[in-house]
């Protein structure tokens, strides 16, 4: 595994278990409908974040092509965790901006 994906799989396993908590959170809410976007949202991120983890552990050739549309998923996730009050949201939203700028740079 190449050392230079240190920093953003790091990343990643951060946002996918942020999306992964968000996503278990939003659920409980009272109001559903209106976290249907967020819940949509965490469940794309937490998927392609898992994609990317697993593209630099195996060296793929589409390495950059995957980290570019993670970073892609991570950025609208994190602005879709922006318009929600919640504490798990918040933090959800934190870190794929996070993964997102880590990706950034891969791709």
């Known amino acids: 595994m190449d050392t230079s994906y240190e920093e953003c799989i790091k990343a990643c396993q951060e946002c996918m278990e942020a999306c992964n908590q968000c996503y278990s959170a939003c659920l409980k809410e009272d109001n559903l409908k209106m976290m249907a976007g967020c819940i949509c949202m965490d469940r794309e991120c937490a998927n392609i974040c898992a994609l990317a983890l697993q593209a630099m552990q195996s060296n ?36 794929c901006l996070r993964c997102a700028e880590a990706c950034r740079k891969m791709a």
């Not at 980290?67 to 918040?90: S, T, V």
Request: glycine share 2%; charged share 30%; aromatic share 6%.
């Open 60 to 95: 793929s050739p589409f390495v950059k092509q995957i980290c570019n549309l993670c970073a892609e998923i991570c950025e609208a996730c994190g602005e879709e965790c922006r318009k929600y009050i919640h504490d798990h949201c918040k933090k959800c939203a934190e870190a």
